[in-house]
């Protein structure tokens, strides 16, 4: 029987709280991700006080409404109320070991600590708990320490207890802690830094300052010594002096606060009221993020770092914000065009980019400064759907009127010499830098403009929509354009050549053309993905393949062997290899990556149909038009993440009732008749924590790996008896996958039908019911082979009977018929002797019929009956004692019933009959003979009485029991006592005899009552 503290402890790990998935909002501000998490995606309070990951993965945070243990879409609340060792659920500090066990810091000044799911309370060597916890960690000999609010230093171990540096009149003012690895630990109390070594605090003899040496904030270094601020200065103290400055606060002098160096020596510094400062060693300007950039709030409680480099702060009672570096960045336009949509962007040699609005006419972005071009500047109205700019920097713009397109001259936009009036309006520009050619695309087709002159190309096919939207030149110096509604077509020498669905293009609506640096030609279309025309041939990718979607807005070839695709659903990044790979033929698949509004990007849907949608800067940068303004990466800062998340099963559920196993316990056993398993899992990557993918396993049940993209969860209906192993592998966004995973192993218990135990008793039952079985089969057989000998022996019995009836009766009556009938032939001479002699042949013939009478009744089948036999016998009884001139009456039932009886007990029974009439007949000297039967449930009664003379069978000689015919009372007996019966003789001399025969039966169906007959 499981403890009462087991049982708590098995439910600690119950939340108090599961969300369905924490959608925390993204932005991009200064190439950096800011993602925030507050209460609505299931943080339990937005007040967060501390961060720490543990050895397994997780993120826990402390805020005053609990513990939260966080996997990247789901909190998991622990308070007292749950998990009884936790006796504060306001929590201050957190702090992981070496050794994986979460030590928890509370408000009241208490320290909890989490091992192997149980939550236990430690108490202080001091005994002070009024000051809540603002430090924990251990030094370099792994010792732990608490930091209390009045600057008191606890070691965990109940050893040791460090007095506060502060004057007891003092009251706590600016107090800090700074751990960092290899145990180097620093605290701040009103000022005054001190470092903990081999047990005390040490102060460091800072030199004189310009002011004071005021300390505002620290952070312990990984290369050891502190970062210190003080003297409005932000630098590095170590062995006894200042080894590095990163010059004046970036913020107000009395605004500093939390400090973290973080993994690539960048230092983070959290203020009270200005936000967030990236500081950093290589002399780049500081970063600043407050609520203008990103920031809920400008007031940073605490930092911390995860194995990620995901930097996570608490931004005062907004919430949980976490930072993360990125290639992409977002450029709003300025006012008036700040909420009108992009149509076109293009970069000019000197790093200038221009960008055409969707209603607020041309803007220019420069160093920073914005300029607004429209009506008043030469374009003829506000919508700006092309824009192309020369190598040699001349810039083209087209707006939806006719006439265009147009060039600047200064700062006026002039159509050139050469361009008609009432030529329709441009979707596509393309300047060439060739004698400063520009390709020109609208309705009516390609042309080409230069040196003043403007000549056709490509005439547009006669479609609904036969605008060209897109325009490249290859290696060749073949041109190239894709209509809106009519296919693909190339120029060149003078030649044109289309290409549509019936050459193997994916579809007639191509909106996107990009020519790589290895020549191939890749075509974006609307509605059926991306196609490569490659060695004269196409070859066509689709959603099926990989893509993000099959509108492609834009492709772009970043010059470091990826492209780039803006799409309806983000923007997508493809290495040529893996495509390329994938179009030949060689894998059905390809990999990518996808950037989304989990990126930060202020939008996935981007805009297309225009030529001018997208465009690569001399930087190398990439920039994307959508309808917030651009979105824009960098590919040289794009990086992938080098760590393959860790994966943890975080419960089973079996119909709704979680049954998560506590670290260590044996595996899970479940009862047979569970209906629905439900396997919650997580892979703890925090980059870009929805872009975790997974695959499961349940060893006994899936033949394969089962891929379940984001989603975390895997369920299973009832399970057959047996042992299985649940597993699960994940991977990051980058797609590095952790193969090694998570497991669980656990046991469905059997029916009590398909235990062991249960199988062997039917198996033994199975096997005494077979042996039974054949066992009374073959007694049944031997039982009828016997009762088959038997009756063959019966038969045998039966036939050397009637032999010996026929030889004894029939054979020596016509023995006699034959010797009386010698004597009788001489006698013919004398009439009265032959008719003697013919008197005794006729009696004799008689007795032979008789005879043969009797055998035929009693070999007849149809006469083994009870009624049968009682019929016959009272018919033979009248006949036999007729002659004999005996008075014969009947004492019979009026209804005898039907009862089988055997050929043998029928013949026995009557000839022990017969030996009672003829023994009547001959010896009684009666004058009567009666003959009474009675039935009972299981015997009749047969009775002979005469009225003659009588004897007493006790005194009668051996002798004197023979009857005429040879046979007397012995053989009656033993004919009674053959068949099963008995015969009872009785009588006494003068008084008549009485010969009872009694047999026995199987019971039978009751007799009815009737009065007998007397005959």
């Given amino acids: 029987m499981l403890s009462p503290l087991r049982s708590i402890v098995t439910l600690l790990l119950a939340p108090l709280a599961l969300t369905p998935g924490a959608a925390a909002t993204t932005t991009l501000a200064d190439g950096y991700a800011i993602r925030v998490w507050q209460t609505d995606d299931g943080l339990p309070q937005n007040l967060v006080h501390a961060a720490v990951q543990t050895r397994d993965g997780y993120l826990w945070f402390g805020t005053q409404s609990g513990l939260a243990r966080f996997d990247g879409e789901r909190f998991t609340v622990f308070d007292p109320t749950n998990a009884p060792g936790m006796q504060d659920r306001r929590i201050t500090r957190l702090f992981a070991d070496a050794e994986g066990t979460l030590w928890i810091g509370h408000q009241s000044g208490g320290v909890t600590r989490y091992r192997e799911g149980r939550f236990e309370t430690?108490?202080?060597?001091?005994?002070?708990?009024?000051?809540?916890?603002?430090?924990?960690?251990s030094d370099e000999q792994g010792r732990l320490w608490a930091m209390h609010e009045n600057g008191a230093v606890d070691s965990l171990d109940g050893r040791a207890s460090i007095p506060s540096l502060l004057p007891a009149s003092d009251r706590p003012a600016v107090m800090g802690w700074a751990n960092a690895a290899r145990g180097n630990l620093w605290v701040v109390e009103n000022g005054t830094s001190a470092q903990l070594v081999d047990g005390r605090l040490v102060a460091p003899s800072l030199p004189p300052p310009q002011g004071s040496n005021y300390v505002l904030g620290?952070?312990?270094?990984?290369?050891?010594?502190a970062w210190i601020?003080?003297?409005?200065?932000?630098?590095?103290?170590?062995?006894?002096?200042?080894?590095?400055?990163l010059g004046e606060f970036p913020w107000e002098r009395d605004a500093g606060g939390s400090c973290l160096e973080l993994r690539d020596g960048t230092l983070a510094v959290g203020t009270l009221r200005a936000g967030l400062f990236l500081v950093f060693r290589d002399g780049r300007p500081a970063i600043h993020f407050d609520h203008r950039n990103g920031l809920p709030q400008d007031w940073v409680r605490f930092l911390y770092e995860d194995r990620e480099g995901n930097l996570w702060i608490g931004a005062d009672s907004a919430g949980l914000v976490s930072i993360h570096p990125t290639a992409f960045s977002f450029l709003q336009l300025s006012e008036p065009a700040r909420n009108t949509s992009v149509l076109s962007v293009a970069a000019a040699p000197n790093g200038t980019l221009w960008v055409g609005t969707d209603g607020t006419g041309l803007q220019r972005y420069a160093g920073g400064n914005w300029k607004h071009f429209g009506p008043e500047q030469g374009l003829a109205n506000w919508y700006i759907p092309a824009?192309?700019?020369?190598?040699?920097?001349?810039?083209?713009?087209?707006?939806?009127?006719w006439g265009g397109p147009y060039r600047l001259e200064g700062d006026r936009f002039v159509r050139?010499?050469?361009?008609?009036?009432?030529?329709?309006?441009?979707?596509?520009?393309?300047?060439?830098?060739?004698?400063?050619?520009?390709?020109?695309g609208n309705r009516d087709g390609l042309r080409r403009w230069r040196d003043g002159r403007s000549t056709w190309l490509v005439k547009s096919p006669a479609t609904p929509a036969p605008e060209v939207c897109a325009i490249a030149r290859d290696r060749e110096g073949a041109i190239w354009c894709g209509f809106a509604q009519g296919g693909l077509a190339r120029s060149a020498a003078g030649q044109t050549s289309r290409f549509g669905l019936a050459d193997g293009l994916a579809s007639e609506a191509v909106q996107a053309l990009c020519v790589d640096r290895e020549g191939t030609l890749w075509i974006g279309t609307a509605d059926h993905g991306l196609s490569r025309y490659k060695d004269g041939r196409f070859v066509n990718l689709g959603r099926e393949h990989g893509l993000a979607d099959n509108a492609v807005c834009a492709v772009l070839d970043d010059g470091m062997g990826f492209l780039w695709l803006s799409t309806r659903h983000g923007i997508q990044r493809i290495a040529k290899e893996d495509i390329e790979r994938c179009a030949d033929g060689k894998s059905p698949t390809f990999s990518s990556q996808i950037y989304d509004r989990s990126d930060g990007l202020p939008i996935v849907e981007f805009t297309g149909g225009f030529q001018s949608v997208a465009c690569r800067a001399p930087d190398g940068r990439l920039w994307f038009?959508?309808?917030?303004?651009l979105v824009s990466v960098d590919p040289a800062?794009?990086?992938?993440?080098?760590?393959?998340?860790?994966?943890?099963?975080?419960?089973?559920?079996v119909d709704g009732k979680n049954r998560t196993i506590p670290s260590g316990a044996p595996q899970a056993r479940l009862a047979p008749d569970h209906q629905r398993l439900e396997f919650r899992f997580a892979g703890l990557s925090f980059v870009s924590p929805a872009k975790v993918q997974f695959k499961y396993r349940l060893e006994g049940i899936d033949g394969t790996w089962i891929d379940a993209g984001a989603k975390r969860n895997a369920f299973y209906s009832r399970l057959p008896a047996g042992t299985y192993r649940f597993r699960v592998i994940a991977c990051n966004n980058d797609r590095l996958w952790n193969l090694e995973g998570a497991s669980m192993t656990f046991t469905v218990a059997p029916f009590f039908w398909q235990t062991w135990w249960f199988l062997s008793a039917c198996l033994l039952a199975t096997v005494g019911a077979v042996a039974w079985t054949v066992r009374a089969i073959t007694r049944r057989r031997m039982q009828r082979q016997i009762e088959a000998m038997e009756r063959q022996h019966e038969l045998e019995r039966e036939r050397a009977r009637i032999a010996q009836d026929i030889h004894d009766d029939v054979g020596a009556s016509l023995s006699r018929i034959a010797m009386l009938s010698q004597p009788a032939r001489s006698d013919l001479a004398e009439p009265e002797r032959a008719a003697a002699m013919l008197s005794r042949i006729y009696s004799t013939a008689r007795e032979v019929t008789r005879s043969l009478d009797e055998i035929v009744w009693a070999i007849d089948p149809r006469h083994d009956t009870l009624d049968s036999l009682v019929d016959y016998m009272g018919k033979f009884a009248q006949n036999f004692l007729a002659p004999a001139r005996l008075r014969c009456r009947l004492d019979l039932p009026v209804q005898v019933p039907a009862w089988p009886l055997t050929a043998e007990v029928r013949h026995n029974l009557f000839l022990s009959f017969k030996e009672a009439l003829n023994n009547a007949a001959r010896h009684a000297a009666a004058t009567e003979v009666r003959i009474s039967f009675r039935v009972r449930p299981d015997s009749f009664t047969l009775e002979v009485k005469d009225n003659g003379q009588g004897f007493s069978p006790a005194r009668t000689s051996a002798n004197a029991d023979r009857v005429a015919s040879g046979h007397g009372l012995t053989n009656m007996k033993a004919r009674l006592a053959r068949i099963g019966g008995r015969c009872e003789i009785s009588g006494e001399t003068g008084q008549g005899t009485s010969v009872s025969f009694i047999i026995g039966v199987a019971s039978q169906p009751a007799v009815p009552a009737s009065d007998p007959a007397q005959v």
């Fill in 387 to 401: 824009l192309a700019v020369s190598p040699q920097g001349d810039v083209w713009a087209c707006d939806f009127w």
């Fill in 218 to 225: 620290l952070a312990a270094s990984k290369s050891g010594g």
């Fill in 637 to 653: 800062r794009v990086e992938s993440n080098p760590l393959p998340p860790p994966v943890v099963i975080d419960s089973l559920w």
């Fill in 122 to 137: 430690r108490l202080m060597p001091s005994g002070d708990v009024s000051g809540k916890i603002i430090g924990l960690g």
């Fill in 229 to 245: 601020l003080c003297d409005n200065r932000i630098r590095r103290w170590d062995h006894g002096r200042w080894v590095e400055d």
């Fill in 625 to 629: 038009a959508c309808s917030k303004g």
């Fill in 416 to 440: 050139p010499p050469g361009l008609e009036e009432n030529s329709s309006a441009s979707h596509a520009l393309l300047a060439t830098g060739d004698a400063g050619e520009v390709l020109i």
